[in-house]
């Protein structure tokens, strides 16, 4: 009894380690994408040379700004390309588990849905999901 109990535990600290680390995925996706929207919307402000005023008379200076900002840009499209990564790899490595369980089709359906809908998927649903997948290993 204390062996079913201990996996049990063990799955459960998994499964909450695993939504947490969704969770914080998806807050730093979130942010990167405010970040990006953010460069873009001032990518025409930085282009109009009206916008410089004074600082007109420093040559270079509107290349240099506009160098800089899509400089930023790519890191940060860069950082959120490694951000879904990260959240696909998070079902993908849920894959050898099924590989020799008797219920793997019905498993195999609903991670391939989460891979669809994540990083847009819900907590509660991604707990869903992973209790019904580990429920069934353990048993």
Request: proline share 3%; hydrophobic share 40%.
């Amino acid at each position: 009894m204390d062996s079913i109990i201990k996996k049990y535990q063990q799955k459960f600290r998994k499964v909450k380690a695993e939504l947490s680390r969704w969770d914080e995925l998806q807050t730093r996706l979130t942010s990167q994408f405010s970040n990006a929207a953010s460069i873009i919307q001032r990518l025409q402000v930085i282009q109009d040379p009206g916008n410089y005023g004074i600082l007109k008379c420093v040559e270079g200076i509107e290349d240099a700004v506009l160098g800089k900002q899509m400089e930023s840009l790519q890191s940060i499209l860069l950082s959120m390309n490694t951000t879904l990564y990260l959240l696909k790899l998070s079902v993908v490595s849920a894959l050898p588990a099924l590989a020799l369980k008797p219920s793997a089709s019905a498993d195999l359906g609903a991670l391939q849905q989460l891979l669809v809908d994540q990083p847009n998927i819900h907590q509660e649903e991604g707990q869903y999901i992973y209790d019904i997948i580990f429920a069934e290993e353990i048993s």
